[in-house]
């Protein structure tokens, strides 16, 4: 899928004031290790325990909570927390738990005074040296859920006030993420402690991974080659390596694996650029799939794509018969135009919701963009929407906490240019240049 994290983190931090950090031990430390003052939100860092993808072995994670000053200060009560689902990133400097930046997802939505809590998953911050399990639905759903009520008991005992109104977010492989939350929520799973969701707002997801794989087969063609490796790579993770690389791609691909993708250390801008230029056109932007994957990969009935095709099925959302029945509202953002996760994977979605009695749901697929820029209006129309969002028999509560914190922005020569303004508004509207924000220099792109 798409990374997202260069478009939606358009102002840069260039100081980051970091007030705690728990000294390394040769075993994890478990709850909060670290406590990051990035002027508009505050982050605090924490390891979780949870289980491995075979949901059974003991492992341990590392999660970030975010939160407003205000809230942090404790002025005033949080409307509630938010579980968010990362989307895809590839280099370990872009987890949660090293976000810093003003515009990124975190920023913008922990400041509609929503706690916002969200795993670095499998293969990152303290599991960076493992396999990221890309898109194992079921095993990403629950270390994220993990996260979430990890990160809720901790607010509690630092003794931080919330609402109990629980939201679910998450765009493109934060998408799958968070629909297979509302399903797992749906099977119960640790419904003791989270019951239900109250709102779920997510966007380009690919649901149904079967159908993404048959587009791009039937194409031979792919604009975004970072998307193909992950995804078969999870599968074959998920299948126990019954199924090798060596399998499916090229032998000359092949050698390029695990320095682009396990080593952690180069974004997917990095990886595709290196692809195009290897096998692709890099003035359009396009890859030939041929051109780094068998015959094996075109013909599903092949013995390799067999036990892949197996697994994109089981991981994706439609194929199975169920509802996110203790969900109450979903709202998603696709755009048509999305050349990474094809509209197809909506369609199918909103097929299942209706053939399963889900109704209480809708879809807003009037961007026009690609895959990246639908992002980052997904990211304006998601705080649009928290602003706005009103639980039921929660107007009174609401009324007395502010719909999102605001701050005074300043150009570099210490001109006041936006007074007490909105971080979504100033995203908006604010042209590239450097500014001044809470006495930090930020730089947008």
Known sequence: MKVLRRTFVVLSVLLVSTLAVAETTDEPVIGIVGRTDCGSFWRYDFNYETVDADGETPIVLSAAIFMSQSVHEKDIKAKGCGLLNHYTITDDKQRPTNVTSFFSLEGVFSNSNYIMIESDGFGFGIDAKRNQKYLQGRATARVNIDAFLAGRKLLNDEGYEFENVVLNLGYSQGGNSGMWVNRLVAEGYRSDELPKIDYCIIGGGPYDMYSHYRKLAEDNVSQYPVALPLILSGMIDAGGYK?????????????????????????????????????????????????????????????????????????????????????????????????????????????????????????????????????????????????????????????????????????????????????????????KGVYVINGRKVVKE
């Open 243 to 431: 199924v090798k690389n060596k399998d499916v791609f090229t032998d000359d691909f092949v050698q390029y694996l695990s320095e682009l993708f396990d080593s952690k250390e180069h974004d997917t801008d990095y990886i595709n650029n290196f692809i195009y230029e290897q096998y692709g056109n890099a003035d359009d932007k396009s890859l030939p799939l041929e051109t780094i994957v068998k015959p094996e990969f075109f013909d599903e009935k092949s013995e390799p794509m067999k036990d892949i095709v197996y697994h994109l099925k089981e991981n994706s959302l439609v194929y199975d018969s169920w509802k996110p029945e203790k969900t109450d509202k979903i709202s998603f953002y696709h755009s048509p135009y999305d050349e990474v996760v094809p509209f197809i994977n909506q369609e199918n979605m909103e097929r299942h919701l209706l053939d399963n009695g889900y109704t209480s749901f809708d879809i807003d697929s009037s961007s026009t963009e690609g895959h990246t820029d639908s992002g980052t209006l997904y990211a304006m129309y998601t705080a649009l929407l928290l602003s706005e969002f009103v639980p039921t028999g929660m107007e009174d509560v609401f009324s007395n906490i502010p719909n999102e914190e605001t701050h005074d922005i300043y150009s570099i020569d210490g001109r006041l240019i936006r007074k007490q303004t909105t971080l979504s508004e100033a995203f908006r509207s604010l042209p």
